[in-house]
């Protein structure tokens, strides 16, 4: 498999785009909340029919299971409510990043996916009123990720999550599309 297939398969729907590569109008900051509103529901309408053998599969050689992605998606969503709830109460704290890589790894990783989509369900009930309650100087509230030496405002910060929720999505639809599963 070349290069080019791998990051294909990498980033089904094409990299995150920078801060300065995006639209910021009302319109498209709704679209984005929007999708992180509408992921639980589509993750689950993918996952929920099948075996643990199809949710054991990488979605790309040397890639994550569907259900390490499933899975990664609770855990990152939940440090990105908490991300969002620091900066909305206190002056550009400095979030703590997390080895994702080592938290795939873990035994919490095994259970059914079901325990994850319910927990994604009720987070995003939550986080998506938070969201849409969010004020034009709101959204310009930042945090500092040390990994990447970035201030993420959290207009970009929803951007940044609209596109998560899709990119791991496309991951799961992919791999089913390559294996003809339904």
């Not at 297939?5 to 995006?22: D, F, H, S, T, V």
């Not at 994550?64 to 899975?71: A, E, G, L, M, P």
């Not at 927990?119 to 500092?144: G, I, K, M």
Request: net charge neutral; glycine share 4%.
């Amino acid at each position: 498999m070349n290069d080019l297939m791998l990051e294909a398969m990498q980033y089904p729907i094409g990299r995150c785009n920078k801060p300065n590569e995006l639209s910021y109008s009302p319109e498209e900051t709704a679209a984005r909340i929007a999708e992180i509103a509408q992921l639980p529901q589509l993750l689950s309408a993918e996952v929920s029919e099948l075996t643990d053998e199809q949710l054991d599969t990488p979605y790309r050689p040397g890639g994550w299971t569907i259900r390490q992605v499933v899975h990664h998606l609770a855990d990152s969503h939940m440090n990105s409510f908490i991300r969002f709830k620091l900066a909305l109460t206190e002056d550009t704290p400095t979030i703590k990043p997390y080895r994702e890589d080592l938290w795939a790894k873990q035994p919490d990783y095994e259970v059914p996916v079901m325990i994850s989509l319910l927990l994604l369900t009720v987070l995003h009930t939550r986080w998506v009123f938070l969201l849409r309650s969010l004020t034009p100087q709101q959204l310009q509230r930042s945090f500092y990720h040390p990994d990447n030496h970035l201030h993420y405002t959290l207009q970009y910060a929803i951007a940044v999550y609209g596109w998560h929720g899709r990119h791991h999505l496309a991951h799961i639809q992919s791999v089913k599309l390559r294996k003809g599963w339904k």
